[in-house]
T-cell receptor, first 115, second 114 residues
């Protein structure tokens, strides 16, 4: 079955520390890949996306993600976390070439930042 | 670009009542999506429109749920005979009908069924 796994439910980091949030997918072919961020009580904001080409993609707010086909992973990284990054982060996929954008989301990773 | 707008932000209703939510997409976007998000979970796809045509519906969308987009602009999601299990955040998103066009989400309507 097709699925998206975010193994870490909750991560706590100190402000200024580096961050990596994990995402693994299980699909027959490489899907399109996305990371979204959600602040409490808010909708989702797109951080970055991968469709093809360069496997390291840059996003907004200083985030980047690396697609690794051999590991079926699309991990999100940030070299130095700011207190304002505290939020919930969702990895999402859609089958490549699909006629619609029926995104399938992981369960999310909640990020807490210690000042 | 005023973003995707959803109304109301919060709705509290008693079990068995009907509720209706509204979504106004970004004006030039012709695709519109509804998702549902329960506590501790990621959003789950409910349905999707291209212009006024409803092209996909999830099995999550029981017969108590109905969505419309009559003029291809705003959309409504109605839940009839609400149940406590319907309590969730209902998210609307819109996008262009172009390959690789990302979804833009609204802030959602939080429904509480008592």
């Amino acid at each position: 079955a097709q699925s998206v796994t975010q193994p870490d439910i909750h991560i706590t980091v100190s402000e200024g520390a580096s961050l990596e949030l994990r995402c693994n997918y299980s699909y027959g072919a490489t899907p399109y890949l996305f990371w979204y961020v959600q602040s409490p009580g808010q909708g989702l904001q797109l951080l970055l996306k991968y469709f093809s080409g360069d496997t390291l993609v840059q996003g907004i707010k200083g985030f980047e993600a690396e697609f690794k086909r051999s590991q079926s992973s699309f991990n999100l990284r940030k070299p130095s976390v700011h207190w304002s990054d505290a939020a919930e982060y969702f990895c999402a996929v859609v089958p490549s070439g699909a006629g619609s954008y029926q995104l399938t989301f992981g369960k999310g990773t909640k990020l807490s930042v210690i000042p | 670009d005023t973003g995707v707008s959803q109304d109301p932000r919060h709705k509290i209703t008693k079990r068995g009542q009907n509720v209706t939510f509204r979504c106004d997409p970004i004006s030039e976007h012709n695709r519109l999506y509804w998702y549902r998000q329960t506590l501790g979970q990621g959003p789950e796809f409910l349905t999707y429109f291209q212009n006024e045509a409803q092209l996909e519906k999830s099995r999550l969308l029981s017969d108590r749920f109905s969505a419309e987009r009559p003029k291809g602009s705003f959309s409504t999601l109605e839940i009839q005979r609400t149940e406590q299990g319907d309590s969730a955040m209902y998210l609307c998103a819109s996008s262009l009908a172009v390959q690789n066009s990302p979804l833009h989400f609204g802030n959602g309507t939080r429904l509480t069924v008592t």
